[in-house]
């Protein structure tokens, strides 16, 4: 049984060895090409729209390290067995190691923007990964030979801690590059010539707990399919415009510079945000109008009703060219909150279209525009059953008492934060212990593409307390009180939390 659990350990070693060497392999040319990550960006594209959900609800931004933690567990698993298949048949258990590597190879290989490159880390894994496995078992044989103690011999033991100690360093390697490389890039931005209004005073002072009513980049929800974030260089970056245009146009980051630079507070939703959830926030945007970029290209004859735009590594978005194109204030994005687009959030281009949930809306790391049809092509959403046109839904959460919390007698508030982009907030109501609906005292009003903050002075006493919100926009328009998930376009409901106070 011990000499079982060896060769396993023997095939787990060389497969992390492998692993981290073809992650720091990936750090240095295409980071979303390590084994690994690649194995797990094909398990979240198979993965049925429910279970992503599902995932997404129950572990919010945590899904994707339980995600990838799964995935290398099961390449661990896979390497014991091969460890152990090794001993009997070393040649067996050499190809599968060499086969764990190659399917993440080909896995690398069929992703929409891949090229030769992509291929690398995967074959210096299986190289990586052989190698070690095959002296190990070499090293095993020999001291078996020599003193007949068979595994346990020191100089085997001595071998696969200096392989464990190996493995460590290519992966902290590998962690270390990856994280110098996306650090913030240092360009210059545009003045704007259309700046915003500047924001009115807000309630952050008034009412502790209340969400900023400008939220700072770096707590700005990140929700998208990526394991790993692209990398993109300012200076080579381009943006085409093609498809149903009066000519094909590509624009670098100076060219947009050239157009007229505006901003604009401007708050954005994801549509897996469930009722009262964390998924929005809202910043100051600087860019270019939408607009401004299609006309370059002529689109007064198009006869397409789809803006398909395509980011760095082919991830494909819809959004509806009427409502793009509406007179809204739809962006292209260079700068955020005073400073260039965060890596994280799209570097160093993205869409922002307000008043639609941002898988039909909000593309990072900008690439290519296609003016198309929905009867042509089909974006990445679409395919999957989500909806084509999805305009945000009027909503409410209440941010302060948290959910569950405890919270001392006496005079405090309820406070929290309303959103209906593209028509704004008109009024907030608040319920406690299912009484009658109470009016909030509302903060100020940005614009209509942002989002208000309100409360609720509560003389609160010992005991459960459960609370309610519910918001009304400028046309008269109730926050609904029927449920509904996410899917396909977008949550709805009331939100109602349960406090103790005593």
């Avoid at 080909?106 to 291929?119: F, K, N």
């Avoid at 490389?181 to 500047?198: E, F, M, W």
Wanted: proline share 6%; glycine share 10%; charged share 20%.
């Amino acid at each position: 049984m011990l000499t079982r659990l060896l060769h396993a350990l023997f095939g787990v070693l060389a497969t992390l060895a492998g692993v981290a060497a073809a992650h720091l392999v990936a750090a240095l040319t295409v980071p979303a090409a390590s084994p690994v990550l690649a194995v797990g960006s094909t398990v979240i594209d198979l993965t049925p729209t429910p279970v992503k959900e599902w995932a997404i609800k129950n572990f919010g931004t945590a899904d994707k390290p339980i995600l990838i933690g799964s995935v290398m567990l099961g390449v661990l698993v896979l390497a014991g067995i091969a460890g152990v298949v090794a001993a009997r048949w070393l040649t067996a258990g050499l190809l599968m190691i060499v086969g764990l590597a190659g399917l993440a190879g080909v896995l690398a290989l069929i992703r929409p923007s891949a090229g030769p490159l992509d291929l690398l880390p995967s074959l210096v894994a299986a190289l990586v990964g052989v190698v070690a496995l095959w002296w190990l078992h070499r090293l095993e044989d020999a001291g078996s030979e020599q003193a007949g103690t068979g595994p346990s011999r020191r100089g085997v033991l001595i071998a696969a801690g200096g392989l464990a100690v190996a493995a460590a360093a290519f992966g902290s390697a590998g962690k270390f590059i990856s994280s110098y490389r996306l650090k913030g890039a240092d360009i210059d931005l545009p003045a704007a010539t259309g700046t915003a209004k500047p924001l009115p005073m807000a309630l952050d002072d008034k009412v502790a707990g209340i969400s900023p009513f400008r939220t700072p980049t770096a707590d700005f929800y990140k929700v998208d399919t990526r394991l790993t974030t692209p990398i993109v260089d300012a200076d080579s970056w381009t943006l085409t415009i093609n498809g149903d245009v009066d000519k094909e146009v590509t624009l670098t980051l100076a060219d947009l510079y050239e157009l007229e630079v505006i901003e604009r507070d401007i708050t954005l939703t994801c549509v897996s945000n469930d009722v009262g959830g964390p998924y929005i926030g809202s910043a100051l945007w600087l860019g270019v109008r939408l607009t401004d970029v299609l006309a370059l290209a002529g689109i007064d004859n198009t006869k397409a009703d789809q803006i398909l735009s395509t980011d760095v590594d082919g991830m494909k978005i819809s959004t509806p060219l009427s409502v793009a194109t509406d007179g809204r204030d739809a962006m292209i994005v260079f700068g955020m909150n005073g400073g260039p687009l965060p890596r994280e959030h799209g570097f160093p281009v993205r869409m922002v279209v307000p008043g639609l949930y941002g898988f039909v809306s909000a593309t990072k790391w900008l690439s290519t525009i296609t003016l198309t049809t929905y009867d042509a092509e089909q974006a990445y959403w679409t395919e999957r059953d989500w909806a084509t046109d999805a305009p945000i839904k009027i909503s409410s959460r209440v941010d302060t008492p948290k959910p569950l919390s405890d919270s001392k007698v006496g005079r405090t508030f309820i406070g929290g934060v309303a959103w209906a982009q593209g028509v704004g907030i008109d009024k907030v109501e608040v319920r406690i212990d299912g009484g009658p609906w109470q009016q909030a005292t509302l903060g100020p009003d940005a614009n209509n593409d942002y989002w208000r903050q309100w409360y609720l002075d509560w003389d609160a006493d010992e005991g459960q307390h459960f609370l309610a919100c519910r918001a009304t926009n400028k046309n008269g328009d109730v926050q609904t009180a029927a449920r509904m998930s996410p899917f396909p376009e977008g949550s709805s409901g009331i939100q109602e939390i349960s406090v103790n106070v005593g």
